[in-house]
């Protein structure tokens, strides 16, 4: 009998911050039937030891390159067997026996929700911005130029990170909230979804490709929600953005690998219209 729920943990190098979020499993997912996929980028002998040593049952998928994000997670899938899949970055700790059967309840409930994020805090408790609309050429602009810190660009990109929508009474009421798209890092999807959906495009290193699956569940009928009544520790280390402008390019590679992928994103989609509009709950 397959498993109910699929854990896919994507890893890269960070092998203190692996562990955390495998003990974190270990103790706050026992009573839901579940396996343990760990898609490892540049894989080594230790970090395979460490995997077994703490959930001795886990499959362990190494590369022996960085293959991304998009074909770490798709290779774990199709390893998979569980009706649900939660998704883990390395780096993420789950901090409530409850979290996951919670977030699979939603799902439960709801059965034209097929992507699902939680809220996504820091060590300090302070909330991370995970939830978004779609991106749009001004919110690029704003986002990677010093126009964001102007009157203007922080008016974009506070509808960009749904300010209106977040601090909204149904957030307060812990009630999923429809969202453009989700930030990678947790992620609870039905596995009928993606059978519709298809897996994350592997065009995208890093960057967008959580951006391009929510948009395609969305065009293909399935509700992308943001979760508050559950919350997830991030260590989110915001690679990209450590230098702002034009300047970053030069002086940081994740900024270029951002940018390529924003492009590759515009080119796919052509500059169509995103397939949900989300306004303000009433």
């Known amino acids: 009998m397959p498993n109910k729920l699929s854990i896919i943990v994507n890893h890269c190098r960070t092998p203190e911050l692996l ?14 039937d579940y396996e343990l996929i760990v898609a490892d980028s540049f894989a080594h002998d230790q970090t395979a030891g460490l995997v077994k040593k703490i959930i001795p049952e886990a499959i362990y998928l190494p590369f022996f390159k960085n293959v991304g994000f998009g074909r770490s997670v798709n290779e774990a899938i199709k390893k998979s067997s569980g009706k649900y899949l939660l998704i883990l970055n390395a780096d993420t700790v789950l901090c409530d026996k409850n979290a996951v059967s919670s977030m699979i309840d939603c799902l439960r409930t709801d ?16 909330v991370q911005e995970s939830a978004f609309r779609f991106y749009d050429i001004p919110t690029l602009i704003c986002r990677r130029t010093v126009l964001g810190k102007t009157a203007f660009g922080k008016k974009i990109l506070a509808r960009f990170t749904l300010k209106d929508i977040l601090t909204s009474a149904n957030v307060a009421k812990n009630q999923p909230i429809p969202v453009g798209w989700l930030m990678g890092s947790v992620l609870l999807v039905r596995r009928s979804a993606v059978a519709k959906v298809g897996l994350l495009d592997e065009r995208f290193f890093m960057y967008f490709e959580d951006v391009d699956w929510a948009r395609r569940f969305w065009k293909n009928g399935f509700k992308v929600v943001y979760f508050s009544a559950v919350s997830v520790f991030h260590l989110h280390l915001r690679a990209s953005r450590k230098s ?39």
């Open 19 to 32: 562990r955390d979020c495998l003990e974190s499993v270990r103790t706050n997912v026992r009573q839901i």
């Open 111 to 126: 059965p034209a929700i097929g992507l699902l994020g939680p809220r996504l805090v820091n060590s300090d408790g302070s």
């Open 244 to 282: 702002r402008g034009i300047f970053s390019l030069f002086l940081n590679r994740y900024a270029r690998i951002h940018l390529s992928s924003a492009v590759k994103y515009l080119l796919k989609y052509a500059f169509r219209k995103p397939p949900i509009s989300i306004r303000v709950c009433p």
